[in-house]
């Protein structure tokens, strides 16, 4: 580094290296001199943290979606840097997945040089910094973001990273998005420390001892008790204080809408996985004391709702959902706290105070155990191709039955197949199963980008729908992948279109137009390449699979070519829309 060199853009990067980001997923423009200077003058130093490595990105919504899967995975946020204006309107819907998914990720990009003729290093040099001074860069992202800043002198540039990246771990994490003019990232500055550890994210919340014991009580007296959750497993610990109240009570457990592995999918007591309900579920109809913890759709009311007269509690990391602006569940209590925390302390004041009924709890659990063992085998059942073709469950049991004991990452975006997914793959490790936890689709593509580098050790697979596929801007994601040593095993569910608008339209006119005509703009054809594009790009190992009997084999095939550190794309051709 020449001597005494240090900016603004130095002090962000040495800010982002004590707050433990290991990388900053990128795609770069006018506004990022400094940052690029700055890291070339490190090079070469012995930094300590180092400097993030940059990944870069070609596309912003791979970037984005990167830090968010490698932030789920490894729990520790990421940074991304976008381009002005442009490029934070490019992460388009991955802001709102990482919101969604409550997912830590801070997000930098810079702004327009402020000054026109040279007034201050970094000043105007450039057409487009014309072009690119926009009156509320940070407004675009205000409906998505946690918090959001411009660093305005680099005398506090590491307080602002800090703070921001405690906002963000916070619970409910999130993203956070902070500005810099090109002027104040060229700021000189003689080199300074902050103390990282001044900024740990608010420690967990736990109940209070009324609604502990009113919670316990409730579960412990109920004759039909039910658990259900969409996102406790964010924090694999908190699955094993599920699985422990569950046990000692005997309490059957769904998830709904999870893009979480949130209780073992092999448990006598995992009692079935929802998401878009179209009938009456049974249990929720005839529960007495509902649980529900850590979930935004714990029911759909059109099509399946609890008794009215069903005493229901809701203990959540984001009780209330303010970010929601319709939300509610008529529950009598609604407690924050941090589900991990809060079960255990239900579970302790049960063992404690509670006397329970060790009878009715144990011809419960018989009933549970017995009434899921068969819902299960009804499920086997289906595990089949039908009419010669492969179908989304016997292509999930395909993909359980080869990832059985490898310790595989599963990614999914499999869309109308999520159910399918979560029914056949059955994960039961917490923390093998992943989902955006957001309706913006094409995370998958740069999420097993991220979910591979915070987890070298592990495979990834992705399983997604066509449609997601590309969404996912597949050139891109499969190129990075290629260039940062990071590969995965994608199987795409190809029904070569996109079943879910059709689901849609036919759930409101079942029996309109579009129906009777099968006219509802959402197929593909003629079909592309869609594994070619991922060799052309990133020069993955690409198949297309139609023979059900060939399938195993293909899989297995293509997994043996991600282990050797290639990626393989796989598409399996369904039943079309
Ligand atoms: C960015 C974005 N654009 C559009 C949609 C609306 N949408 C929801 S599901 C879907 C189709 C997804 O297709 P595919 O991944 O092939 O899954 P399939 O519906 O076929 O199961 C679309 C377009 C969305 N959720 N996100
Ligand atoms: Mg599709």
């Known amino acids: 580094m020449a001597a005494g060199y240090y900016t603004t853009s130095t002090a962000f990067l040495e800010a982002l290296a004590e707050a433990g980001v290991k990388y900053v997923f990128a795609n770069l ?228 809408a999870a893009f979480h592995m949130n209780f073992p999918g092999d448990h006598p007591l995992h009692s079935g996985y929802q998401f878009t309900t179209t009938q009456q579920n049974p249990l929720l109809a005839e529960a007495d004391v509902i649980l529900v913890v850590d979930s935004d759709v714990p029911w759909i009311h059109a099509s399946s709702r609890p008794a009215p007269d069903a005493a229901i509690y809701g203990i959540d990391i984001d009780p209330l959902k303010p970010d929601m602006p319709m939300w509610h569940i008529p529950a009598r209590r609604f407690a924050a706290a941090d589900s991990k925390e809060a079960l255990a302390q239900v579970t302790r004041y049960v063992l404690d105070h509670v006397l329970i009924v060790q009878g009715a709890v144990e011809v419960r659990r018989a009933q549970v155990t017995a009434a899921n063992r068969a819902r299960r085998d009804a499920l086997d059942a289906l595990e089949r191709p039908a009419d010669g073709m492969i179908t989304p469950r016997y292509l999930t049991a395909c993909v359980r039955e080869l990832l059985a004991g490898t310790g595989a990452i599963v990614l999914t975006e499999a869309i109308t197949s999520y159910q399918v997914v979560a029914e056949h793959l059955r994960a039961s490790r917490p923390g093998s199963l992943l989902g955006s936890g957001g309706g913006s689709l094409g995370w998958a593509g740069g999420g097993a980008v991220g979910a591979k580098l915070a987890s070298p050790e592990r495979a990834v697979v992705c399983l997604t729908g066509d449609g997601s596929y590309l969404f996912g801007v597949p050139s891109s994601a499969q190129w990075v992948a290629r260039r940062y040593g990071a590969p995965a095993l994608t199987i795409i569910y190809d029904n070569h279109g996109w079943a879910a608008p059709k689901f849609s339209t036919l759930l409101v006119h079942a029996e309109g137009a579009a129906a009777a005509a099968d006219d509802f703009h959402v197929s593909f054809e003629p079909a592309a390449d869609l594994p070619g594009v991922a060799r052309a790009a990133g020069d993955a190992y690409a198949v297309t699979v139609s023979d059900p009997q060939a399938l195993p084999l293909a899989l297995k095939d293509a997994l043996a070519v991600v282990q050797g550190g290639r990626s393989a794309v796989v598409s399996v051709q369904l039943p079309p829309v």
């Not at 003058?41 to 870069?56: D, N």
């Not at 990421?78 to 309107?89: E, I, S």
Request: a negative charge; charged letters at 20%.
């Open 29 to 256: 423009g006018s506004d990022h001199p400094g940052i690029i200077e700055a890291l070339a003058q490190a090079r070469g130093q012995e930094r300590e943290p180092p400097f993030p490595r940059l990944i870069v990105c070609p596309h912003e919504t791979v970037a984005l979606s990167a830090a968010h899967a490698y932030a789920s995975v490894s729990r520790t946020p990421q940074a991304v840097l976008v381009h002005v204006d442009a490029g934070t309107q490019n992460m388009g819907g991955a802001v709102s997945n990482a919101m969604r998914g409550r997912v830590p990720v801070l997000i930098f990009a810079g702004t327009a040089p402020y000054t026109l003729a040279g007034e201050l290093p970094g000043s105007r040099t450039e057409f487009i910094h014309w072009i690119q001074d926009v009156h509320d860069q940070r407004g675009i992202m205000r409906g998505y973001v946690k918090y959001d800043n411009e660093i305005r002198t680099g005398r506090n540039v590491k307080q602002l990273v800090h703070r921001a990246m405690q906002i963000a771990r916070s619970e409910p994490a999130g993203p956070v998005y902070l500005t810099g003019p090109r002027e104040v990232m060229e700021e000189p500055l003689e080199p300074y420390a902050t103390d990282p550890a001044h900024y740990s994210p608010v420690a967990p919340g736990a109940l209070t001892q009324a609604v502990t014991q009113e919670i316990a009580t409730a579960l412990a007296g109920a004759s039909r008790p039910l658990i259900i959750t969409s996102y406790l497993g964010r924090n694999p610990g908190a699955v094993p204080a599920l699985v422990e109240l569950a046990e000692l009570l005997a309490i059957p457990v769904i998830e709904s």
